[in-house]
């Protein structure tokens, strides 16, 4: 397929984290805004921001240092937020779940309150500017303490339903394993806060399914449920959703090449799966680009499997059921559009 094909069709991202999309010139504003301009040239600052098309965990992580220590003010965040929606609204991402973990924005003068409601405020702005829908997710650190966690479970809790979705688990899942956060996850389910977690990304078999375990619904990665058919059938029973980041995958080496991502495995063996970005400007990429690649390097799409991919996609938002059948409503009239003009959705049956 053709980028500009695929560009057109509705989508929905479900994880995105903030800090590592932002573009360039975006960032060069936030730093002027702070009276602390960046001395960096565009290549300097390009090279900053985007880690090599191949590189370690490590490297592409050092890429966040340079974008989180300019944002702890209102300003700022809006910005960036505004910054990322609109990049996704003009590649008709429909629906944008936008991730980030609060405790790295705050200082003593900006607190885990202050961040939460100058995102809020970020995203009604960006809703009315651009057309396309936003939730927020706050992510817990691995490298966190448990308490620190709590507090921004706590703080999903305050304003959940208030453009908060859920909150999420990210960071090195070798260094600090899955299972020692068993608490934390029985804290947010018993608060009624839905959760994603990052898990099976360079981490084992075991980590993914241990994320399961806890009661997540959607797993971040989970490329290493590939390993075991087991593992795949008991993330077909209990109906979870791979956020599946292909562009990043390969470059950091969680997944070996593509020719071995495993798309058509896991659609073989019937599992909900859907393409994110993970890190627009970390890993160069679009949410066009990653189902771009797949196609061409992995597994072979079509406008149906996309569409179809968008409606699945759907029916995992951690958001109301309102808001999941307005966007089914779009995406069906999109369809039968489509139809209409004889292109090639007339065997779109299982939209219904
Ligand atoms: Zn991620």
Request: charge should be negative; aromatic fraction near 8%.
């Amino acid at each position: 397929m053709e980028k500009a094909q695929i560009k057109k069709l509705p989508k929905v991202e479900l994880h995105c984290h903030l800090d590592g999309s932002i573009r360039k010139e975006t960032l060069r504003n936030i730093y002027v805004d702070q009276d602390n301009p960046l001395h960096l040239s565009d290549e300097a600052l390009h090279q900053a921001m985007t880690a090599a098309k191949q590189c370690s965990l490590t490297e592409y992580l050092s890429c966040f240092r340079i974008v989180s220590s300019g944002l702890h003010t209102q300003q700022a965040l809006q910005l960036a937020l505004l910054d990322v929606a609109q990049q996704a609204a003009e590649e008709n991402v429909l629906y944008l779940e936008i991730r980030l973990s609060p405790m790295h924005l705050t200082t003593e003068k900006f607190s885990l309150e202050d961040v939460a409601e100058a995102l809020i405020t970020a995203a009604d702005i960006a809703e009315r500017r651009y057309d396309i829908q936003l939730g927020l997710i706050f992510c817990c650190m691995r490298q966190q303490s448990e308490s620190q966690n709590k507090l921004v479970i706590d703080l999903a809790k305050k304003y959940l339903g208030k453009r908060v979705v859920a909150v999420d688990l990210a960071g090195d899942e070798l260094k600090f394993p899955t299972e020692a956060y068993s608490s934390l996850f029985a804290y947010a389910s018993r608060l009624g806060i839905p959760y994603t977690i990052h898990a099976g990304e360079t981490g084992s078999l075991q980590s993914a399914l241990i994320a399961i375990d806890f009661g997540a619904k959607r797993i971040g990665h989970g490329i290493a449920l590939a390993q075991s058919q087991k593992g795949m059938e008991i993330a077909k029973k209990q109906e979870i959703l791979l956020e599946m980041c292909p562009v990043c995958n390969i470059q950091t080496g969680a997944a070996a090449n593509w020719q071995n991502y495993p798309v058509e495995i896991f659609r073989k063996n019937n599992l909900a799966i859907c393409f994110n970005t993970d890190n627009r400007t970390v890993s160069n990429t679009t949410l066009t680009n990653e189902f771009f690649q797949v196609d061409q390097n992995s597994y072979s799409l079509s406008e149906e499997r996309i569409l179809q991919q968008t409606k699945t996609a759907i029916s995992y938002l951690f958001t109301d059921n309102e808001a999941k059948l307005l966007l089914l409503r779009r995406l069906e009239n999109f369809v039968s559009n489509r139809s209409e003009n004889n292109l090639s959705l007339n065997n779109f049956s299982t939209l219904d």
